[in-house]
């Protein structure tokens, strides 16, 4: 069998490369969207919460029922927990997605790298 020239394999090199910035500048737009997504609905879910949140007036009432008042609270108390799970589960979300991108940031280039550049590999 033939030994490939020094020209073809830089060739093949090159052509490695090109993919891989492709797919790579692909991967990394596309992560970049998700992020800001994902900040773009933590805000939203912080700005409902505050827009859900009852002020007390300047002035309260003296004759004010407390129990009305302790299930108002207990109410908030609840409502605000949940936003601070859903906050934190989006902010997992994006953790796990960091690392996907690094995960597939780095097996795409070892992988290429540790293969032999043949025609029957790039044909697979």
Known sequence: MKEPTLHEKCENIMNVVVETRKKFGKKCAEYDQKTSMIENKILNLQLESFSKVKFKPKYQNVHSD????????????????????????????????????????????SRKIIQPLTAEAKLK
């Open 66 to 109: 407390v129990d009305i008042m302790k299930k108002e609270m207990d109410s908030l108390i609840t409502d605000l927990q949940e936003r601070e799970k859903r906050i934190n589960n989006l902010c997992k979300n994006v953790k796990n997605t960091e690392k996907i991108v690094l995960q597939l940031k780095e097996d795409k280039l």
